[in-house]
């Protein structure tokens, strides 16, 4: 992409690398540099906290808000009682509304953390698609909206082929979610003024649905725009560690072993992670990114500070690095290590090494602590583990156990 873009905003996206595609870049920049531009991104609420995978368009969201801009939180009280099938292998669990509730509120206190919230004209706002969503008349809304859906091009889109390519069941209640998500779009431009949707490149189907059902109902230039899907050096989804996703709620992952996710990035995302997730300037996210060596640590260390300061704020974040210098520098036990607390009727007969390292979360199953353990991987308050078929005691848990597995995982272990 050759466009060299003239407002604040896009040259953001363009420069630090979260721009994957936009339905016209030349009138959206344009349209930026004209005024104030609300902009939404939607979340279903299918979790009672976002993760590591949603922080992307997070960030895309604040630095909207920091160039001068509107960010919208569209919370999906409505759709999440649909289901989003885009590249899902099978139906979403549906949930009660209940449980939507108590997961918005959850995924409230994130979004508090990265946006200013309020009336002003660059306050950002949040939105349920419930409040249109759950009072629709069935038969009013397939005249007006259903006609503008061809069913030809909604089977085109990839979300929807590669379900039917696999020849796995599409529900017509699944079918109906990008006619929903795209009336969000006419709703929300019809209310509110917003001109953009943005989202994951694998929502470019729905975006574009949107942005066409507002342009022949209510004669509107909307726009569209993606960003990547994330994946790291080696291959895996952003968002997975070996203990599954990475919650940006602190009350479902501590901030040290948030902290601890950012410090064990690959040397080779080092730049690229600082670009997408902090606010450190350009120059400074390459000349970090460009280093070799043990220097590259130092840099992760940075990269982490700065990830978690935007999330749980700079006492958290040095409270983690203290922690993290303590266990490795000086091999003593930090008090933020994620613990695991064992009753004295779990140990009255001892409990074997396999077992704690799989309680501990720092093997998946009783094969992969033996195999840890085979390869000198396993350690005891720093003394490697030879033996798989150890077992401990009430005695040996007087104090507590510190557990590594490889260089940079750890974990106590307590008799409660």
């Not at 979004?111 to 759950?134: C, H, K, Q, V």
């Amino acid at each position: 992409m050759t466009y060299h873009p003239k407002s604040d905003f896009m040259r953001v996206m363009m420069t630090r690398g979260f721009l994957a595609d936009c339905t016209d870049y030349q009138a959206l920049d344009e349209a930026f540099l004209n005024g104030v531009v609300p902009a939404y991104i939607g979340y279903d609420a299918t979790a009672a906290s976002l993760h590591v995978g949603h922080l992307l368009n997070i960030m895309v969201l604040r630095w909207l808000q920091k160039c001068g801009h509107k960010p919208i939180t569209l919370m999906g009280g409505g759709t999440t009682k649909v289901g989003d099938p885009s590249f899902r292998a099978e139906e979403r669990p549906l949930l009660t509304p209940e449980k939507i509730d108590e997961n918005i509120a959850g995924m409230q206190q994130v979004f508090a953390r990265y946006l200013s919230y309020g009336d002003g004209p660059t306050d950002a706002i949040m939105l349920n698609n419930a409040e249109w969503l759950d009072h629709l008349n069935y038969l009013e809304f397939l005249r007006d909206i259903g006609r503008h859906f061809s069913v030809n091009r909604m089977l085109s889109f990839d979300s929807v082929k590669s379900r039917l390519d696999r020849e796995q069941s599409l529900s017509f209640l699944e079918f109906n979610y990008m006619i929903l998500q795209a009336y969000d779009f006419l709703e929300i431009n019809r209310r509110y003024g917003c001109l953009l949707q943005m989202g994951g490149s694998d929502q470019w189907g729905n975006i574009v649905n949107g942005v066409d059902l507002t342009r022949r109902v209510v004669d509107h230039e909307v726009y569209g725009l993606t960003t990547p899907l994330l994946t790291t050096s080696d291959g895996r989804k952003m968002g997975k560690s070996a203990n599954g996703a990475v919650w940006l709620n602190g009350a479902m992952l501590s901030p040290y072993e948030f902290w601890q996710f950012w410090r064990n990035s690959t040397d080779a995302d080092v730049g690229r992670f600082l670009k997408l997730f902090t606010e450190l300037p350009l120059e400074e996210c390459e000349r970090l990114g460009a280093l070799q060596g043990a220097e590259i640590n130092a840099a992760k260390v940075i990269l982490a500070n700065e990830v978690t300061t935007l999330l749980h704020g700079v006492e958290a974040a040095q409270a983690a690095e203290a922690t993290a210098r303590e266990v490795f520098e000086m091999g003593g036990i930090g008090d933020d290590l994620p613990t695991v607390s064992l009753s004295p009727e779990e140990i009255s007969e001892g409990i074997g090494i396999v077992q704690l390292f799989v309680r501990a979360g720092l093997s998946a199953s009783g094969k992969d602590a033996k195999r840890l353990i085979s390869e000198g991987g396993a350690r005891v308050n720093d003394d490697i583990v030879t033996d798989s078929g150890r077992r401990f005691g009430a005695g040996d848990l007087a104090e507590p156990l510190k557990l590594t597995a490889g260089k940079k995982r750890h974990a106590l272990v307590t008799l409660g």
